[in-house]
């Protein structure tokens, strides 16, 4: 079936909250997450048993700049085919009951939060194999297909049966302009560019780079993604993120400010330090860019 497929595709009198419900081949199962304005649950194809996740997004209750972000997120999704970000399967619109279903690769290694919450800090030789793969899906999106993520956190970053990484949440993520120098430099983007309305800088405080807190309006910057990038590797080695207040003003301050520090008495090498400080380059232009991480020495030891 195409990855977009209209009510003509699907005929079904069940409503989505009951159970054995049946959509295109899937009988959905169990709730195993909730959105703003959705509801994901596995689903199981009933002729090869295969599982998938499945996100039921009830329209009536978004408003139009939530929306245009779907919108947004569907179109830079639907181009994406790498082995390190979620597959889009197919997204079914049920225009009569407002309902749309969005099927993708189910990840039952739970996200790197779960992880982390598990194992605590991760040891170097398992950090890096986990931060390889992410970054290669980071790659693909800054070089191959010119996007920023813009949303990069724990909780978006997903691990398969196999314990390989998977990126998902694309709601925030914008293209990258035509622009020279798109290494070295951030671009605003206007309110209203490319037919979209881009509602906030966006991102989740934590991991925001202080450009994104001092920026009014959205940046279409790789750079932005390298931030969130060291915040993650610091928090997979150290297990803490590097930026913490439980008041958002203090926290905002404090990535303002630009100070952190490894503990005192935690051995890392000091080739993983190194990456570290240099994805938290306060100044856009001095932080490295995903081939300069992919090449690092850490990366290679």
């Keep these: ?13 069940q409503h989505p909250d009951e159970p054995n ?13 909730f959105g703003g304005f959705s509801t994901v649950r596995k689903a199981t194809h009933v002729r090869t048993g295969h599982i998938v996740a499945v996100k039921i997004i009830q329209h009536q209750h978004m408003g139009e700049t939530s929306s245009t972000r779907l919108d947004r997120e569907l179109s830079i999704w639907r181009s ?20 749309s279903y969005v099927f993708n690769d189910y ?22 194999r986990l931060f390889k ?15 920023c993520h ?4 724990l909780e978006n970053i997903l691990l398969n049966g196999d314990g390989h990484i998977k990126i998902c949440d694309f709601g925030l993520a914008i293209e990258i302009p035509q622009q020279p120098l798109i290494h070295r430099h951030c671009y605003k983007r206007t309110k209203k560019q490319d037919g979209y309305e881009l509602e906030t800088a966006g991102g989740s405080l934590a991991y925001a780079a202080p ?25 997979l080695t150290v297990g ?27 051995t890392l090498s000091n080739a993983l330090k190194e990456l570290i400080h240099t994805c938290l380059a306060y100044e856009p232009q001095e932080r490295c860019d995903i081939d300069a991480i992919l090449h690092s020495k850490w990366m290679n030891e």
């Excluded at 793969?133 to 996007?147: A, F, K, S």
């Excluded at 993120?241 to 503990?263: E, S």
């Design 240 to 266: 803490s993120l590097p930026f913490m207040d439980d008041y958002d003003l203090r926290l905002q301050q404090k990535i303002l400010d630009g100070h952190f520090a490894i503990p005192e008495g935690l």
């Design 211 to 235: 450009e994104q807190i001092r920026q009014k309006t959205p940046l279409a910057c790789p750079k932005t993604d390298i931030w969130s990038l060291g915040v993650i590797l610091y928090t």
């Design 150 to 153: 813009k949303d990069l956190k």
């Design 80 to 99: 994406l085919d790498h082995p390190n970000i979620v597959h889009l399967l197919k997204v079914i619109h049920m225009e009569a009951e407002h309902i």
């Design 21 to 33: 419900t049946i959509v295109d081949d899937y009988s959905l199962g169990e709730t195993i997450g």
């Design 107 to 128: 990840c039952s290694g739970g996200n790197l939060l779960d992880y982390l919450n598990k194992h605590k800090a991760v040891a170097e030789m398992e950090a890096r």
């Design 1 to 13: 079936m195409s990855p977009v497929a209209s009510n003509s595709a699907f005929k079904s009198n």
């Design 133 to 147: 793969e992410l970054c290669q899906g980071i790659r693909y999106l800054h070089v191959d297909r010119r996007v």
